[in-house]
């Protein structure tokens, strides 16, 4: 059984975990990622992971590859973090160089919904599915597409998968990667949040804002308990959410014909509530044949996703070097 690395370093948070190719884990760590310098991360993450090795009784070098879950943008061929929008003082960060010269051992760098797929794949409800599709359905919308059995990352920008951001109305709504009308931008839990502050700011007596727990700031919680209470604003914008979702879950499913579609954060947080109402929308929005072979459903690994995220990309890149 081979052993591996995982590294997944998120915005607010980092972890590091030693697990094996059937997805056991055998220990982990976390740091605090908040205002952090990378020249004071990158040898806790040795140092732990040297630690992580010795507390189950072996040493670095016996651990088979690592694998660093990152966020976007990056330069992924090279495996270097160039600006994450949450950690301002990591920029140009050589991440894969330095673990492989400071481990010691062979690794690998991918972007953060790719490993999500990874590891549902591998690990979660996509396990035996040769052609499936990740979306993380969080804050924003990242993805990543098994296709083949292969994960696909696309030629020289390496950015495949990015399905949160295929354009789903034009001279739609505004989306913080630049372009107008992204699927992101409709139903990513930020933009949604920004929203509806924005449309209800001057009614501080709608049941959202009355709702929100931080004043004048909903959030996807918010909107979920609105729309429970049979609020019509919050109705009306879950509607439209699903449509938007339906939309673009349909343009994937005639794209890449896959056997599963799984859904992270949102889906699983909210349930029935969430997934029906697309499954109800999508016969507008794609084939009755591809529709009918492929199954939406909610991640299986949910919160701990993170956990085998990096140790998911580790397991590929043996994959994918026909090592394993
Ligand atoms: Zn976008």
Redesign the pocket.
């Known amino acids: 059984m081979k052993l591996l690395l995982g590294i997944d370093i998120g915005g607010t948070k980092i972890g590091i975990g030693l697990g094996d190719e059937s997805g056991r884990l055998l220990g982990s760590s976390y740091k605090d990622n908040r205002d952090t310098d990378p020249a004071e991360v990158l040898p806790w993450i040795v140092s732990e992971a040297n630690r992580l090795a010795s507390s189950a009784g072996i040493t670095v070098k016996d651990i088979a590859a690592f694998g660093i879950s990152a966020p976007f943008p990056a330069d992924a061929a090279r495996g270097i973090m160039l600006r994450p929008p949450n950690n301002p003082k990591w920029r140009n960060v050589a991440i894969l160089d330095y673990l492989k010269a400071n481990l010691g051992i062979d690794g690998c760098f991918e972007n953060d919904a790719n490993c999500g797929a990874l590891a549902e794949w591998f690990f979660g409800a996509g396990r035996g599915c040769s052609d499936f599709i990740y979306l993380t359905m969080s804050t924003g919308i990242g993805g990543g597409i098994i296709a083949a059995g292969k994960l696909v990352r696309g030629g020289k920008a390496l950015s495949a998968g ?1 399905l ?2 295929i ?1 789903i109305q034009l001279d739609g709504r505004q ?5 107008r009308g ?4 409709y139903c990513g839990g930020r933009a949604l949040a920004a929203r509806m502050a924005e449309e209800l700011a001057d009614q501080p007596d709608s049941m959202i804002m009355k709702l929100a727990s931080e004043p004048g700031k909903p959030d996807m919680r918010t909107l979920e308990q609105a729309v429970r209470a049979n609020d019509p604003y919050a109705v009306k914008l879950w509607e439209e959410m699903s449509l938007r979702n339906a939309q673009a879950i349909g343009a994937f499913i005639n794209a890449f014909n896959p056997q599963k579609i799984v859904l992270g954060t949102l889906a699983w947080a909210v349930g029935d509530l969430y997934t029906e109402p697309i499954l109800k929308e999508l016969p507008r929005f794609c084939w009755e044949e591809p529709r009918k072979a492929c199954e939406i459903v909610s991640s299986e690994l949910k919160r701990e996703i993170s956990s085998y995220a990096g140790i998911a990309a580790a397991l590929n890149f043996l994959k994918e070097r026909s090592e394993i």
């Open positions: 990015e949160g951001h354009c989306c913080s990667c630049g372009m992204c699927y992101e931008a």
